[in-house]
């Protein structure tokens, strides 16, 4: 157990739907980072925060948008679904204080969206 | 553009063969982690290696990060079964709190 939570586990909507993905990172983390994974496909790094505000941004479409809240959980949307936006959704944590080398970053087990 | 390359992309043994995946890039580091994914499940980490030159084993596997911190390999001895998934590597940007992942090496080992 890596200690970040994902839910929904499994999510199935249809084109044109709007859905939110939930993170909770481990313990006292302090960045959030999410990731998308298609089939068999490696990851493409989409967007992550730090502490409450956005840090890096990679390859996410405008259609979603991301947050983290006060307590450092995040939320990951995805509206305008598409077929093509079916995949894997990882959020990771890291980084529980201040930057240091060596920072290691754990994954949740996934949200496995399909868009019908 | 992959930041990190990773080689070969596919790779299909028999159990009992040794075997490297590369890890690659024009980048430098300040670490480098490799992961093992199963299907349907998210990366677990496998090890962290932080210093040029670093070599760390971990039972039958040996890590090493290149003297230059911009590329690594991975070695099995005696591959297994249960050796069998995704491997990836990510690498920790200059700040520590961006990491860019490879598009991984898809491992199967045949009994």
């Known amino acids: 157990d890596s200690g970040v939570t994902q839910t929904p586990k499994h999510l199935i909507t249809a084109t044109g739907q709007r859905v939110t993905l939930r993170c909770s990172p481990r313990?006292?983390?302090?960045?959030v980072y999410w990731y998308q994974q298609s089939l068999d496909q490696g990851l493409q790094f989409l967007i992550q925060?730090?502490?409450?505000?956005?840090?890096a941004k990679g390859n996410i479409l405008e259609r979603f948008s991301a947050q983290q809240f006060p307590d450092l959980h995040s939320e990951l949307n995805l509206s305008s679904l598409e077929l093509g936006d079916s995949a894997l959704y990882f959020c990771?944590?890291?980084?529980?204080?201040?930057?240091?080398?060596?920072?290691?970053?754990?994954f949740g087990q996934g949200t496995r969206l399909t868009v019908v | 553009t992959q930041l990190l390359e990773q080689s070969p992309q596919f790779l299909s043994i028999q159990e009992g063969e040794n075997l490297t995946v590369y890890c690659n890039s024009s980048s430098v580091f300040s670490s480098l982690q490799w992961y093992r994914q199963e299907p349907g499940e998210g990366p677990v980490l496998l090890v962290t290696?932080?210093?040029?030159?670093e070599v760390k084993k971990l039972k039958r596997l040996t890590f090493q990060f290149g003297d230059a911190r911009k590329d690594s390999s991975l070695h099995i001895t005696a591959a297994q079964p249960g050796d069998t998934g995704l491997y990836l590597c990510a690498g920790a940007g200059q700040n520590f709190n961006k990491f860019y992942f490879g598009s991984g090496t898809k491992l199967n080992v045949k009994p």
């Open positions: 313990s006292g983390d302090l960045s």
């Open positions: 925060y730090y502490n409450g505000e956005e840090r």
């Open positions: 990771a944590s890291s980084a529980r204080s201040t930057p240091s080398p060596g920072t290691e970053a754990f």
């Open positions: 290696v932080v210093t040029g030159g």
